[in-house]
T-cell receptor
């Protein structure tokens, strides 16, 4: 149980295009989902927190107009990287907290984004 | 904000060896987690350990909250233990668990 999936697992796109990454909790409902970014050989950095049905909360230094987050249901959150540039190339990881278990996060397998 | 430092940054072991990974944090915390990130990037939670000691098979962890550090012990290491180990603590005064990850220890276990 407690599986989180991400799609796609990897994506290559041209500079200037937009890319959407999906995060799904497969066997539980998630009130809160988190998006992290990890550059090569670095740690995970929290980008934003999303709650179902409300606007996402972004961390300092993260551009909300560039990284659009939609948490449309209790099992799906999407991250759209708009007008992607090579410096946006990174490993994006989502996590989900089950309803009623705010101290627990289950992590997705990550999405590798390469912007050419 | 809270700072989380891990040591050593890199570790190479022969299969069968034991190791200790350390996590230091700069402020009081109400929880601490250890994760293993496998070579494909998947994060796996190893321990929730705000204080005391826990064991799970060849792994054990100890957190001394008053001294602001935690230790992860790996005994009889196997090649499948390779990857990056992170500790993470929740940022204080957040309604849900906004995690601050440590700098990581990259472990390579050779046959």
């Amino acid at each position: 149980g407690a599986v989180v999936s991400q799609h796609p697992s990897r994506v290559i796109c041209k500079s200037g295009t937009s890319v959407k990454i999906e995060c799904r909790s497969l066997d539980f409902q998630a009130t809160t989902m988190f998006w992290y970014r990890q550059f090569p050989k670095q740690s995970l950095m929290l980008m934003a927190t999303s709650n179902e049905g409300s606007k996402a909360t972004y961390e300092q230094g993260v551009e909300k107009d560039k990284f659009l987050i939609n948490h449309a249901s209790l099992t799906l959150s999407t991250l759209t990287v708009t007008s992607a540039h090579p410096e946006d190339s990174s490993f994006y990881i989502c996590s989900a907290s089950p309803v009623g278990l705010v101290e627990t996060q289950y992590f997705g397998p990550g999405t590798r984004l390469l912007v050419l | 904000g809270i700072q989380v430092e891990q040591s050593p940054p890199d570790l190479i072991l022969q299969e069968g060896a034991n190791s200790t990974l350390r996590c230091n944090f700069s402020d009081s915390v109400n929880n601490l987690q250890w994760f293993h990130q496998n070579p494909w990037g998947q994060l796996i939670n190893l321990f929730y350990i705000p204080s005391g000691t826990k064991q799970n098979g060849r792994l054990s962890a100890t957190t001394v909250a008053t001294e602001r550090y935690s230790l992860l012990y790996i005994s009889s290491s196997q090649t499948t233990d390779s990857g990056v180990y992170f500790c993470a603590v929740p940022r204080l005064n957040t309604g849900f668990q906004k995690l601050v990850f440590g700098t990581g220890t990259r472990l390579l276990v050779s046959p």
